[in-house]
């Protein structure tokens, strides 16, 4: 059996096996109760709820709504005018100057540096020195063997040596 579900699986197929055969009386034959009440129409009062849920419940005074309530819009007065568009002055110019700048210098930068930006931010580098000098710098023991046993003993001394 692989999981719970099968082992439930094949107690309910021996259990309708026996049925079929005729060992066995159906559950509903075998005078067991139902598997449960119908409480679907049972009233609860407020303050066993209150009582139960403490400060989450409030209780509801007014009936459920049997229509969704209309939503009026009110069209604002049309008596108002429009108001008469103003010329445009020496400050207002001075002012509208400096916050244009500001706004096409940002947009420059937007514009400059979107979808430019990756994982890597450095960009591409070249190594500058070989593998074997960066593992001697961090102390790791050099990758090629030693073919006699001179040559294994002279490096474990140079090792060792190393390292005090």
Not at 99 to 105: F, K, N, P, S
Not at 128 to 135: C, I, L, Q, V
């Amino acid at each position: 059996m692989r999981s719970i579900g099968d082992f439930a699986e094949s107690l309910i197929n021996e259990q309708v096996g026996s049925i079929k055969e005729g060992k066995s009386l159906p559950p509903s034959q075998q005078g067991l109760s139902p598997a449960g009440r119908d409480i679907s129409n049972v009233e609860v009062p407020d303050s066993f709820m209150k009582q139960v849920l403490g400060e989450q419940f409030h209780p509801q005074d007014t009936p459920a709504a049997d229509a969704i309530p209309e939503i009026v819009w009110e069209e604002p007065e049309a008596t108002q005018e429009p108001k008469a568009p103003e010329s445009l002055t020496e400050e207002t110019a001075q002012q509208l100057v400096p916050l244009l700048e500001e706004v096409r210098d940002l947009l420059k930068e937007m514009g400059t540096t979107t979808g430019m930006l990756g994982v890597n931010m450095a960009g591409p580098q070249k190594d500058n020195e070989s593998y074997e000098k960066m593992e001697k710098r961090y102390g790791y023991i050099s990758a090629k063997p030693a073919k006699t046993r001179s040559e294994v003993l002279k490096q474990s001394i140079r090792n060792k040596l190393k390292k005090k």
